[in-house]
C-alpha cells in the first residue's frame, strides 16, 4: 500500500461503522491487487526458467540471447517500430 493509503486508513476513526467498511474495502482492493500482482510474477518466474533452460553456456552463441531476438522479431510490426532501431537486446 502506498504511504497515502496508510495515512487515510489510521486516519479513519475506529468507533465508525462506516470508517470499517471502507478500511475493509480498502485492504480487500489491495488485496486483489496483491493476488493479480502474484499471479503475474509466477508467470514471468516460469517465462524465466524456461529462458534460462535454453543455455548451458558450453555453445558457441547464447541461446538465451538467440530467444530474446526471436521473440521480438515475432512483436507485431508497430510494438517494434515503437522501439528504437537497435537490435533487441
Same mark, same amino acid.
Given at each position: 500500500?502506498?504511504?497515502?493509503?496508510?495515512?487515510?486508513?489510521?486516519?479513519?476513526?475506529?468507533? =465508525?461503522?462506516?470508517?470499517?467498511?471502507?478500511?475493509?474495502?480498502?485492504?480487500?482492493?489491495?488485496?486483489?491487487?496483491? %493476488?493479480?500482482?502474484?499471479?503475474?510474477?509466477?508467470?514471468?518466474?516460469?517465462?524465466?526458467?524456461?529462458?534460462?533452460?535454453?543455455? =548451458?553456456?558450453?555453445?558457441?552463441?547464447?541461446?538465451?540471447?538467440?530467444?530474446? %531476438?526471436?521473440?521480438?522479431?515475432?512483436?507485431?510490426?508497430?510494438?517494434?517500430?515503437?522501439?528504437?532501431?537497435?537490435? %533487441?537486446?
Amino acid at each position: 500500500m502506498s504511504l497515502s493509503e496508510v495515512r487515510t486508513l489510521l486516519g479513519l476513526d475506529l468507533n =465508525d461503522k462506516a470508517d470499517c467498511a471502507t478500511a475493509r474495502g480498502a485492504l480487500d482492493e489491495h488485496l486483489a491487487h496483491v %493476488h493479480n500482482r502474484l499471479a503475474e510474477l509466477k508467470t514471468l518466474e516460469k517465462d524465466l526458467k524456461a529462458l534460462r533452460g535454453r543455455c =548451458d553456456g558450453l555453445d558457441t552463441t547464447c541461446h538465451i540471447i538467440e530467444a530474446l %531476438h526471436e521473440r521480438a522479431d515475432s512483436l507485431p510490426k508497430l510494438a517494434r517500430q515503437a522501439s528504437s532501431g537497435k537490435r %533487441h537486446v
